[in-house]
Antibody, heavy 125, light 103 residues
Framework: EVQLVESGGGLVQPGGSLRLSCAASGFTFSSYWMSWVRQAPGKGLEWVAN????????YYVDSVKGRFTISRDNAKNSLYLQMNSLRAEDTAVYYC??????????????????WGKGTTVTVSS | SSELTQDPAVSVALGQTVRITCQGD??????ASWYQQKPGQAPVLVIY???NRPSGIPDRFSGSSSGNTASLTITGAQAEDEADYYCNSRDTVFGTGTKVTVL
């Protein structure tokens, strides 16, 4: 069964750090881009970061640049998100997701076809 | 602009058809993907590409695109379709979300 399982969430004070993990199983992890997506309480989905198969390319939403670092260990089938200098506005459920991208006709399309159940991060004093 | 705009909420009578729209400049170049999210659950992919459904998604869900607008249509809505729906473009931009209520 294709599966993603997040862990590492919790309560942290503003300015603190947290490292999220995502364990992948049931597919060849090293063949896919991977993303982190978050959802603040009562709000919509927000893409946070993604990483290429070999880790050579990484992209971030502006609000986390310089504070969050996405990484992966293909030998361990694991994705990570190191979060530093945390703020109250980083409070959210964090999901990891498998990225796909294809070309159909003259248009590209991208989608996230496998999602974990999420891990909750609360930034509060 | 990289934003994707959706109507905040729509309602549909049981068994009727509802269309959810998503507007944004990026949709002129990229097909949208659509996600269903029920309370307390992770998002689920329902439509991707021109009009593709993942395995297990009922065929009452369909997608289309014209200009800067992508649409998700539910034909014959069921009670279990009541959820939030999000569009996505280029993988890095989500729409604002539409809450679908089935009456």
């Amino acid at each position: 069964e294709v599966q993603l399982v997040e862990s590492g969430g919790g309560l942290v004070q503003p300015g603190g750090s947290l490292r999220l993990s995502c364990a992948a199983s049931g597919f060849t992890f090293s063949s896919y881009w991977m993303s982190w997506v978050r959802q603040a309480p009562g709000k919509g989905l927000e893409w946070v970061a993604n990483i290429k198969q070999d880790g050579s390319e990484k992209y971030y939403v502006d609000s986390v640049k310089g504070r969050f670092t996405i990484s992966r260990d293909n030998a361990k089938n694991s994705l990570y998100l190191q979060m530093n200098s945390l703020r109250a506005e980083d409070t959210a459920v964090y999901y990891c997701a498998r990225d796909r991208g294809e070309l159909e006709g003259d248009r590209y399309y991208y989608y996230m076809d496998v999602w974990g159940k999420g891990t909750t991060v609360t930034v509060s004093s | 602009s990289s934003e994707l705009t959706q109507d905040p909420a729509v309602s549909v009578a049981l068994g009727q058809t509802v269309r959810i729209t998503c507007q944004g400049d990026s949709l002129r170049s990229y097909y949208a993907s659509w996600y269903q999210q029920k309370p307390g659950q992770a998002p689920v992919l329902v439509i991707y590409g021109k009009n593709n459904r993942p395995s297990g998604i009922p065929d009452r869900f369909s997608g289309s695109s014209s200009g800067n607008t992508a649409s998700l249509t539910i034909t014959g809505a069921q009670a279990e379709d009541e959820a939030d729906y999000y569009c996505n473009s280029r993988d890095t931009v989500f729409g604002t979300g539409t809450k679908v209520t089935v009456l």
